[in-house]
């Protein structure tokens, strides 16, 4: 349950608020996606790039009945947590960094805080008190990977992310949640899209190629994979336009091109088209090596998934002779990492393509107590249960959405000793222990992972033992 506010300063004006208006107001909290909450006459304000206890000078950049939004125009009262000079000027309208104006350890606090919140919403979950945020190795810098809008025109492309409530793009200088290598790939690219003339797709129009940039970086090898979404095939212009990227970077390593050719913002299409002979990049966390292609799954901040295995491996407890099963595992490195502690692991993804990288995944290290299927999850458990398979271990990667009840029900039927459940979402998190805690399990245990610094996500580890 979201922590409720109270009323920040009201606005003495009794008039309707309306597009433009400017009013000062008093930041009482901060919601899950980072937005500062306030209140004019009666009707919430949401706004960007403030803290809790400031004074702030707000523009409405949108009026509606029942929730304002606004900008900041100025502080005028700071609040001690606030960086005074944040390391990105596009602080106040990025989606991706509403925090980089918080001090760090602040942050850190913020973050359990929020977590605590979640689980009072349920009274199974009141005497529940999350550990101390496990801090990133790196607040900035960490993200290994990034999806970017390509818009403007040729002579001055514009690459980078949408802004707050519009489709408006802020072309990414020198992010500083980027990875260096993935701010040296923007540059060139928007330098090769000039040179090469290559024309940008205009969402208005429908006509021109260039749509999305994608970028990943294997940080272990130092190697990057750059992926052009286009609107429709086209080999000279891409061509060209990788040659000139790998010889501004020398690092960029795998080029593809993926067409797109559907309306709406989905970015990948069906068709992968390489560039380069190599297709794929390898990374490694802790000793796991991963093969990485232009859609398979890796940690954006592989510094703070090995903390998450840690205490996944640490709260697991094995001894080598438990069978241990993973549900929602994508190509699971958390059951690489288990495995070598345990007699047996099974792997259970809906998506087959996830399982066909997972496996080859396992090959590459040379997991030999590691399978994995593909199917439906609760299915699966049930003809698990069936042939009297009994788990020592669930571990649970929650989808984003949280879980569905039947499989949780599913779960439970196997009796594990112990359930870890991991977690990017707070509310789908609260739900499903509560619904567990109604099912047998109790939640002993659960360590918030600063997986992405300067946002307003979190990642969860729980720990439930059959009670």
Not at 72 to 92: D, E, F, G, W
Not at 164 to 170: G, L, T, Y
Request: aromatic share 6%; net charge positive; hydrophobic share 40%.
């Amino acid at each position: 349950m979201k922590k409720q506010p109270q009323p920040g300063a009201m606005v003495k004006n009794e008039k309707k608020t309306r597009l433009g208006d400017v009013f000062d107001l008093t930041i009482a909290a901060l919601d899950e996606d980072g937005y500062g909450i306030g209140s004019s006459r009666e009707t919430q304000v949401l706004v960007t790039g403030v803290l809790p206890g400031e004074t702030v000078r707000v523009k409405v950049t949108f009026a509606g009945r029942r929730e304002i939004f606004a900008s900041t125009i100025k502080v005028l009262r700071h609040s001690p947590a606030r960086l005074l000079t944040p390391p990105c000027a596009n602080v106040t309208i990025c989606n991706y960094s509403p925090l980089l104006i918080m001090k760090y350890p602040a942050q850190l606090d913020w973050k359990r805080e929020m977590v605590e919140n979640a689980l009072r919403g349920y009274s199974a979950l009141n005497g529940i008190t999350p550990h101390p945020v496990i801090p990133s190795p790196r607040p900035l810098h960490y993200r290994n990977s990034a999806r970017l809008i390509i818009a403007g025109k040729f002579s001055a492309p514009a690459i980078g992310i949408y802004c707050r409530d519009s489709d408006e793009v802020i072309d990414m200088g020198d992010c500083p949640l980027y990875h260096p290598l993935i701010n040296r790939v923007i540059q060139a690219v928007k330098e090769g899209i000039k040179r090469g003339k290559v024309p940008v797709y205009s969402t208005r129009s429908g006509t021109g190629l260039l749509r999305y940039l994608v970028v990943r970086v294997a940080e272990a090898e130092n190697r990057v994979m750059a992926v052009f979404i286009t609107a429709q095939r086209s080999f000279n212009e891409i061509h060209h336009l990788g040659k000139f990227l790998q010889g501004t970077v020398p690092e960029v390593e795998v080029v593809v091109q993926n067409v797109n050719a559907t309306p709406g913002k989905a970015i990948f299409g069906e068709k992968d088209h390489f560039v380069t002979k190599n297709r794929a990049l390898h990374d490694t966390i802790s000793d796991i090596r991963f093969g990485i292609s232009p859609r398979s799954y890796f940690p954006e901040n592989s510094g703070s998934m090995l903390a998450v295995y840690e205490k996944v491996r640490e709260w697991a407890g094995l001894t080598g002779r438990e069978t241990v099963i993973g549900l929602y595992c994508g190509n699971s490195g958390i059951l690489f990492y288990l495995a070598r502690w345990a007699k047996t692991v099974l792997g259970i993804e809906q998506g087959e393509s996830s399982v066909t990288e997972a496996e080859k995944n396992i090959r590459m290290n040379g997991i030999r107590n590691c399978r994995f299927e593909a199917g439906e999850e609760a299915e699966l458990l049930k003809e698990l249960r069936e042939e009297g398979v009994r788990p020592d271990l669930v571990a649970i990667n929650m989808p984003r959405k949280g879980c569905e009840k039947e499989m949780l029900q599913q779960v439970v039927a196997l009796a594990p000793t112990r359930i870890i459940h991991l977690s990017g979402s707070l509310q789908p998190l609260a739900h499903d222990l509560d619904i567990l805690s109604t099912l047998g399990y109790h939640t002993l245990e659960v360590q918030p992972v600063d997986m992405f610094p300067q946002t307003s996500r979190v990642e969860n580890v729980s720990l439930l033992v059959k009670t």
